[in-house]
């Protein structure tokens, strides 16, 4: 206990310096201006803005992008409401009675609580990180290879049993992801792997570059798809009273404590993330209400289930990255690539060796919550009006941002070029219903997969059994196989897509 | 992705068959992707004893897509799916343009002409595009680019064309 308040304090020593409280805020104003533009999710925000944080220390670097990815959180919520768009996957459930609240003149308390509910369950999640850090830190020096390589299994099939539609082609997708991270050179014989000799792909394909490609350049082609159908039917009235009223407060307390519950659990479990939990709280609160009838018509839980329950998880994903660097989901994995861009290698012993490096930026995620609380609720007018900017104006923008970033991560213009062209493949998945997103988690597990697959079979000498031997191994490779069985047994699957469905409608 | 099974009647040039035009052609393209793998793939060194050689891993994965591959085609053949979307050209094509032209003209022309043609390129993506206020954004697009990354985050990048700062 005495560990936990003096690692606090040492956190919050490192994240009140100026200059990291500047960054912070930096982060959390930009994501949330970039995650209020319809059709940039999460990851492309973050891919976006990467290179940004290049020339930063670490420490600022981190806590910067950290900064972004809930801003870009709290971005697509305020979308949400006001204008019925989804900034992000995250936040689709958040229309269904956030937008209806809007229409009924009550945009401002909708707003108000979507950030305290945020706010909240982002205090609880920073805790649960403080508290949960030290001892899966001193877990995971317990796993050896064999273990690494199995939980790197069961985090991909909880990707795959928790993704939207067909659990056939979100394995196919992390297959491919996996083949697409062994172009490069081979880490122990050196040799090139499928690079043809082009020499930008020696070091292989870099993550952002990717991600940039699937989800930024494939988004605008998309989006340019559907051309003028993007009308957006903007809530024209002023935003009045923005203040909650005690009953507000009082309907949508519980409810808040149920999403941040939910969101914090599943944020931990590899592969869940935050899409999820906004949809099993909505869920939630619906089953368990006294009148159902009154969801989709603007009921404040509605609301505040879901907006908590995605802001707990997005924070509590950060506690597999930072114990045993493994990135939960693909924004996750922009951040290991981040971190290897600085020459930090997640895992644990970043917690024993730089220890203000994680707990400074543990600290600066309960800060920036709080400075987008503050920056949020008066700036709504400015986001609003942002989302006035027509796309024909804003999509060239967007290209050439991301072409910027890209070019400047490692002044190569062949990367451009290749995230041009996986541009055009994520188009293409797109259109065959193939989901991008297990691509990139697949993509960043690949090498680490392979690593610790190749040295458990070295220490076991070639006895493939070793997977099941060891105990810790066993009991994750048996928990892996019976989901994807789950997933694949009928009835769990109808049940998996009336989840999804209702966001639809 | 709420607008990808495209429920217009498309002419089918699938034969009757097909029942999934989308998994079918999708499964297909990935057998081919783990074909070309495999190939790429097939000069590298594989296991000697019980270590793993450079190609192991690599052919491994391409096996694996294939087989899904395979699986996922049969999916397109068996039960009945989605069409085949139809594609646009204008978008896709002007925004792989401009990120070409983007790419060829950096390192010669530097931030400033780069950024500028690019930006013109990409509003070429879409018919509603009003050229008086692109030209504007276009320009100041350019300015706050050419402020932020080399000088606000000290990227080094060039401005000019190489030629005219020689």
Partial sequence: ?505 | MSDTPSHAPVRSIMPKWVRGPQDFVGGIALMAIAVFALWASSDLQGMHGFSFGAGTAPRMFAGLLLGLGFAVTVVGVVTEGAHLATYAWRGPLFVSLSILSFSLTIRPLGLVVSAFASFMIAALGTPETRWRETIIVGICLTVGCSLLFPYALGLPLQLFPRFLVQ
């Avoid at chain 1, 201006?33 to 319809?38: D, I, M, Q, S």
């Avoid at chain 1, 945009?107 to 509910?117: D, E, N, Q, V, W």
């Avoid at chain 1, 989901?329 to 730089?354: D, F, S, Y």
């Fill in chain 1, 1 to 505: 206990m005495a560990d936990l308040f003096s690692n606090l304090a040492l956190g919050f020593g490192v994240a009140f310096s100026p200059i990291n409280l500047l960054l912070c805020l930096i982060g959390a104003l930009v994501g949330t201006l970039v995650g209020v533009l319809p059709g940039i999710g999460t990851i492309a925000t973050v891919a976006m803005l990467l290179p940004i944080t290049f020339g930063l220390p670490p420490v600022g670097a981190l806590i910067m992008l950290a900064g972004i990815y809930y801003g870009a959180q709290y971005g697509g919520s305020t979308t949400s409401i006001l204008v019925n768009i989804p900034g992000e996957a995250t936040s689709v459930v958040t229309t269904l009675d956030g937008f209806q609240m809007a229409k009924q003149g009550r945009a401002g308390p909708a707003l108000a609580i979507a950030a305290i509910g945020s706010f909240f369950a982002g205090c609880v999640a920073t805790v649960l990180i403080a508290v949960l850090g030290a001892p899966l830190t001193k877990l995971a020096l317990a796993f050896g290879p064999a273990e690494y390589f199995s939980l790197m299994v069961l985090g991909l099939i909880f990707a795959v049993v928790l993704a939207k539609g067909s659990v056939l082609k979100a394995i196919a997708m992390i297959v491919f992801g996996l083949l697409l991270s062994m172009v490069g050179s081979d880490i122990e014989t050196g040799a090139s792997r499928m690079a043809f000799n082009i020499p930008e792909l020696a070091d292989g394909l870099g993550f952002a570059t990717v991600a940039m490609g699937v989800f930024g350049f494939a988004e605008i082609i998309r989006n340019l798809d559907a051309g003028a159908e993007m009308d957006r039917d903007l809530v024209q009235q002023k935003i009045t009273g923005l203040m909650p009223t005690k009953k507000d407060l009082k309907d949508s307390f519980p409810a808040i404590l149920r999403g941040t519950a939910l969101g914090s659990i599943l944020g931990i479990l590899p592969g869940g993330g935050a899409v999820i939990a906004s949809f099993a709280a909505y869920t939630l609160e619906k089953k368990i209400a006294k009148d159902p009838s009154r969801f989709g018509r603007g009921a404040i839980e509605g609301v505040a289930a879901p907006e908590s329950a995605n802001n707990a998880a997005a924070q509590t994903s950060f506690i597999p990255l930072l114990t045993l660097g493994i990135p939960p989901n693909a924004v996750m994995a922009l951040m290991v690539g981040a971190m290897t861009i600085h020459g930090i290698v997640p895992g644990p012993q970043v917690m024993q060796k730089q220890p203000e490096l994680v707990w400074g930026m543990i600290a600066s995620m309960w800060i920036g919550n709080l400075m987008l609380i503050i920056i949020n609720l008066p700036l709504v007018g400015i986001w609003v009006r942002l989302l006035r900017v027509p796309y024909r104006l804003m999509f060239p923008s967007i290209v050439i941002f991301c072409a910027i970033g890209i070019y400047s991560i490692n002044n190569a213009p062949v990367d451009v070029v290749l995230a041009g062209a996986f541009g055009l493949l994520g188009y293409w998945l797109i259109k065959h219903d193939f989901e991008p997103a297990p691509l990139l988690l697949g993509m960043v597990l690949g090498p680490l997969m392979e690593e610790n697959l190749r040295r458990a079979l070295l220490i076991s000498r070639g006895d493939w059994t070793v997977f099941l031997t060891r105990p810790l191994s066993a009991v994750l490779m048996a928990t892996a196989a019976f989901l994807l069985v789950l997933a694949l047994l009928p009835s769990l699957r109808k049940k998996r897509d009336e989840v999804f469905v209702e966001s639809e409608t």
